[in-house]
């Protein structure tokens, strides 16, 4: 079962749902464009051996089918050993849904309701939850007793998976059967009750399964976010490398779970997959399972590497996702231009001007006490004022902070905020109150040219804040030149040349590849951005890069 063409010939005798397509070995590229054809556009060229969302490619005519052959037979023999492929029908705008299932060595099997995978990225999942919006109880017992008879037919014994793609009409087709636990597994325990090792270890022990299927319930609602290292503003998540310098676990909040392998002073390398940890929150509705996801985001302290915080948060708050209202395509459609962060409302804005100009005069208070040896706690009467310049995505501010008593008067933009918070500058997080609101920030860093870095509902956002005085001599300073990108291309992610497919004196088109790089099993074509001749080039293949080392130079 964990073959994806004899799985799905074993599902199709077991009177299994499946997707239309060709059920052999894929021999080459021309042999992939006359399947293709047979069966129609679109189609999912997929790795037999493949797990996890490696050697997979949409095609939607024949060159896209010839690129995804040669990539996902790369990938597959990269990561599999074994390049085999097949062919299938690609259902537009589905739900990846899933059934849990254990089965014993006695002929006992059950399933343990179902769970939504559909917030993927790359055929890879990234927020899960359990149990679906989607599905009735009619459509759940469905999808339930297919996986329950597929297991029973293949004799199969453990915990294991079946996946299905269920279209908007609740038709639903065989995907895969994971003969594995998965990732996601921790959303199932979380609403019936059972420790899947546990079972695991007791089925391959010999022992009979303890529970009926009358027996299984639907306890609550559980959310799971995959927390990764990488840059979800780059393709939602290229991979990122580093040392965890500094890492905290919101384990301390209520209903929140964490699986992770690392600590502080992990190193994140190219070689493995980028996953930091499953964080996982449990409520006994979807609405409090999400207000404890939100809330364990922005308690998650992640220094050293890039992470996808900011997508995850964005996600789970999305109106369309807290209406159930998800396909498989959900990231692309929502947001078509690429992840930019959170996009801050007026309120919000002025919710972090506040913030951050109070947080900046804290800071000098406190150094002011250490330069003259005073130990005067910040409550003490004697009221200052500062006439600040905050400059946030290219605008300027003026804002007057007045300090009374234990919080601070904000002025800005024509408001009055009163800010207070026990501005400990030495944690990782902060809560912080904002008139009648409640925040949790992190400052990630200062420095003495007025820029802070402030990690605001998810997303990281940079500051400059000066006094009026530095703010008017800084129009003197010269301005940086940018680079232009146009001419040079930059590795966007660390990992490993697979190929260059360019030299020096060549001519490139637009959009025209120049070279391949392989980052954590995953292969990435890097085109050029324009046409033009190249120049020089600086990589080869099985030389490692990392991010922004310079590949290809253009004219």
């Not at 597929?150 to 003969?179: C, I, P, Q, R, W």
Request: proline fraction near 4%.
């Amino acid at each position: 079962m964990g073959d994806k063409i004899e799985s799905k010939l074993l599902a199709k005798n077991a009177k299994v749902n499946t997707i239309p397509g060709f059920d052999g070995v894929v021999k080459d590229a021309d042999e992939a464009v006359r399947i293709a054809r047979e069966i129609g556009y679109p189609v999912m060229i997929k790795a037999s051996a493949g797990g996890g969302g490696k050697g997979m490619r949409i095609a939607w005519d024949d060159d896209e089918t010839r690129e995804g052959f040669r990539f996902s037979s790369q990938e597959a023999a990269s990561s599999f050993g074994d390049d085999r492929l097949l062919i299938e029908k690609f259902i537009d705008n589905p739900r990846h849904i899933e059934i849990q299932v254990l089965a014993d060595k006695h002929g006992n099997a059950l399933w343990l309701n179902e769970r939504e995978c559909s917030i993927q990225r790359r055929n890879q999942k990234v927020v899960e939850e359990a149990p679906s919006t989607f599905l009735d109880p009619e459509t759940r017992r469905a999808m339930g007793e297919q996986a329950v008879s597929l297991a029973k037919v293949v004799k199969y014994s453990s915990a294991g998976t079946v996946e299905f793609l269920v279209d908007s009409k609740k038709s639903f087709y065989f995907l895969e059967m994971n003969t594995r636990l998965q990732v996601e597994h921790p959303i199932t325990e979380c609403i019936t009750g059972l420790d899947l090792v546990q079972e695991m270890i007791r089925v391959a022990k010999g022992y009979s399964l303890r529970h009926k299927q009358a027996d299984i319930p639907i306890n609550g609602w559980a959310v799971e976010c995959r927390v990764y290292a990488e840059d979800p503003f780059k393709s939602f998540g290229l991979p990122s490398i580093g040392r965890l310098s500094q890492y905290e676990e919101p384990n301390h909040l209520p209903g929140v779970r964490v699986d992770s392998g690392i600590q502080e002073g992990s190193d994140i390398s190219i070689f493995y997959d980028p996953m930091i940890s499953k964080l996982v929150t449990h409520g006994s509705d979807r609405t409090e399972a999400l207000k404890r996801m939100e809330d364990a985001l922005d308690n998650y302290v992640i220094r050293g590497v890039t992470h996808n915080i900011p997508l995850l948060r964005e996600v789970i708050t999305h109106p369309l996702f807290i209406k159930g209202d998800i396909t498989t395509k959900f990231l692309p459609e929502v947001y078509p231009d690429g992840f930019k962060g959170h996009i801050l409302s007026s309120v919000e804005k002025n919710e972090l001007l506040a913030t951050a100009a109070s947080l900046y005069v804290a800071s000098t208070l406190r150094s002011q006490r250490f330069l003259n040896n005073e130990r005067v706690p910040m409550t003490k009467n004697n009221v200052k004022r500062w006439e600040l310049s905050v400059l946030l995505e290219n605008k300027s501010h003026i804002i007057i902070v007045t300090r009374q008593k234990d919080q601070f008067s904000v002025e800005l933009d024509g408001i009055n905020l009163n800010v207070s918070s026990d501005w400990n500058l030495a944690s990782p997080i902060m809560s912080v109150s904002i008139g009648d609101t409640q925040r949790t920030i992190q400052c990630l860093s200062r420095d003495a040219a007025g820029n802070i870095s402030i990690q605001f509902l998810g997303t990281v956002y940079k500051l400059q804040i000066l006094t009026q005085h530095a703010a008017e001599l800084s129009k003197y300073m010269p301005e940086k030149v940018e680079e232009d990108t146009s001419s040079i291309l930059r590795s966007p992610m660390p990992g490993t040349v697979v190929a260059v497919s360019v030299k020096p004196g060549d001519m490139v088109s637009e959009g025209q590849e120049i070279c391949v790089i392989e980052a954590m099993k995953m292969q990435n074509s890097m085109t050029a951005a324009k046409t033009a001749k190249v120049k020089s080039v600086h990589c080869k293949a099985g030389e490692t890069v990392g991010e922004g080392d310079l590949l290809v130079q253009l004219e």
